[in-house]
């Protein structure tokens, strides 16, 4: 059987993050990760440069990456959609990858000169901001209220607190999800939102996003740090289906299904951005320290959630034991009795204290040594801590 490698010490303290006190991991993991895409992607393009006959191409794009200023190589380097692609360039050897950065970068000149031209139209690397081709009339502004996006004009996306994009536009926001073991029914295609709906997702998400704010830096900043981009999407298919969606494909995308849906309120969208920005985070920690020490010999397990009685591969149960653990702690701390309605607070306390009271580590007994030792500490550590 293969092991894990020792990880390093900061990711040892990993579910301490989730009490919601001040620690600098979140940011150091962060850091690391950027840097970790970084290297990814000089690495790939040279790759794709020589394997497809295309070195000098390759090597101008470089070039022109290492010119870019720090917050717009920021952009690119943060963007779910490139840390897709170069996942996809190592294990497909893709062409796409360079006709992409090319247009990234377009995007990116584009957005800080209105004079630059563009041969065709592009989207940035966020999926944040669009331009048609050829010369542009109008500058590029975001607006407090979500704009429409036609294909003649330029668009920028509404930032949530002015830091995270809300995507209802770009071609990255219609991609199909993924079905999943733990999801009850497969995702439909993405369905227009109305103007209107737009407006009310939006006014849902700055009160998720304030109440985040009032209920201290530490959840307020992480999430501004894992959530890179929104993608609110309609499903008609599942009309009546609220929730929101992850993918170690996309790390840092938060996907929120029907949240134009009434009865989505601002408590709703708090544990949302909660539950997908830990995910993001540890998609982020797994990259340098695994938590399965051997994929092969739990491939096919499958374990019973004891907060939705769903049945789980034993990733998932992982993941969702830290999140449990997380909005757990966040429904407990002592401002959100001021921030949320005390109906839907009891609710949500209710509902992970019942699946911490079946127990997190009884059904991880058959499979525990296939856990990596670090995981399996914090996991007794948070089973005897929860709130």
């Known amino acids: 059987m293969s092991s894990a490698p020792t990880p390093a010490g900061p990711v040892l303290e990993l579910s301490s993050v989730f009490d919601w006190k001040p620690t600098r991991l979140p940011a150091l993991i962060n850091q690391r990760f950027l840097a970790r895409v970084a290297n990814d992607l000089n690495a790939s393009v040279k790759e794709n440069g020589a394997l497809f006959g295309r070195a000098q191409e390759a090597a101008r794009l470089l070039q022109e990456v290492k010119e870019l200023p720090d917050a717009a190589l920021l952009r690119i380097l943060s963007s779910p959609e490139v840390y897709f692609l170069l996942t996809e360039a190592r294990s497909e050897q893709t062409q796409g990858l360079l006709p992409a950065l090319e247009s990234w970068l377009h995007a990116e000149r584009a957005r800080a000169d209105a004079d630059y031209p563009l041969s065709e139209a592009t989207w940035s690397a966020l999926g944040d901001v669009y331009f048609p081709a050829g010369p542009r009339s109008s500058p590029v502004a975001a607006s407090l209220k979500p704009g429409t996006w036609t ?3 330029p668009y920028e996306a509404w930032r949530g607190h002015g830091t995270i994009p809300v995507d209802f536009f770009s071609p990255y926001a219609r991609r199909p999800i993924p079905s999943a073991s733990y999801r009850p029914v497969q995702i439909g295609p993405v369905a227009e939102l109305s103007p209107a709906e737009r407006g009310d997702v939006v006014g849902r998400l700055t009160g998720a996003l304030d109440a985040l704010s009032q209920l201290g830096p530490a959840l307020h900043g992480f ?10 999407r309609r499903d008609d ?23 134009q849906l009434s009865h989505i309120d601002v408590t ?7 539950h997908e920005s830990i ?6 920690c797994e990259l340098e320290a695994p938590i399965v020490q051997d994929w092969e010999r739990v491939r096919g397990t499958l374990l019973v959630s004891p907060w939705t009685g769903g049945r789980l591969t034993l990733h998932t149960y992982l993941h969702a034991s830290f999140v449990w653990y997380g909005l757990s702690r966040l429904w407990h701390l002592p401002k959100a009795e001021q921030v949320f309605p005390a109906e839907a607070l009891a609710e949500h306390r209710a509902r992970a204290a019942e699946g911490f009271a079946r127990g997190i580590l009884g059904p991880l007994e058959p499979v525990r040594h296939h856990v990596s030792p670090y995981v399996m500490e914090q996991l007794q550590w948070m089973d005897a801590h929860r709130p």
Do not use: D, K, W
Request: proline letters at 6%; aromatic letters at 8%.
């Open 237 to 259: 298919v599942n009309a009546h289906l609220y929730t929101s969606v992850s993918s170690r494909a996309f790390i840092g995308r938060v996907t929120l299904v029907n949240p």
């Open 279 to 284: 995910h993001a985070f540890l998609y982020m």
């Open 268 to 274: 709703a969208l708090t544990g949302s951005l909660i």
């Open 223 to 232: 999430v501004l740090q894992m959530a890179r981009v929104i993608m609110p």
């Open 151 to 153: 294909p003649e004009a």
